[in-house]
């Protein structure tokens, strides 16, 4: 992220709402409304900011955001059928017994320890020496307790 940029996002937090509203006017040629609170204006900018700087979102990125969003609207506590998508290049970290293991995500497969394998599983197995499920085990997918713990819910 150029410095310009980054300055400008850090020191979003530090800015009084008159200040903030002359940004609002700049970036959206609007007013905001004066019921707007100053602690939700920052996030906004913030990424209104990077949208003018960096681009907006790929429109499968917001068809993705728009499917999740109306699977919450409609049933707010269920598992949403929107699952991310790991691509190449991405590389998954994980400790276990005080060891570092590192797998990269290919085209067609993970690359761990310069084997490939078609699954996570098989991985997380050689991993542990039990069965696990890979994207738990490299924490790419939530199983139910921790998604409840993580909403707060127990």
């Not at 002359?22 to 007013?31: G, N, P, T, V």
């Not at 996030?43 to 990077?50: D, E, F, G, T, V």
């Not at 059928?81 to 995500?105: E, M, S, Y």
């Amino acid at each position: 992220m150029p410095d310009l940029i980054a300055e400008r996002l850090s020191s979003l937090p530090f800015l009084d709402k008159t200040v903030l509203c002359r940004l609002w006017q700049e970036f959206f040629d609007a007013q905001p409304s004066p019921k707007l609170r100053r602690d939700f204006m920052i996030p906004i900018l913030a990424y209104r900011i990077q949208e003018r700087a960096f681009g907006t979102l790929r429109p499968n990125t917001r068809n993705q955001l728009d499917q999740l969003g109306r699977s919450l609207d409609t049933r707010p506590n269920s598992r949403s059928a929107f699952t991310p998508q790991l691509r190449a290049g991405t590389r998954l970290v994980r400790r276990w017994k005080n060891d570092i293991h590192v797998v990269n995500v290919e085209y067609s497969g993970y690359e761990y320890r310069g084997t490939r394998y078609q699954t996570l599983s098989q991985i997380a197995r050689l991993i542990t020496g039990t069965r696990w499920s890979g994207p738990l085990f490299f924490g790419t997918k939530h199983n139910q307790k921790q998604r409840a713990s993580t909403q707060g819910v127990e």
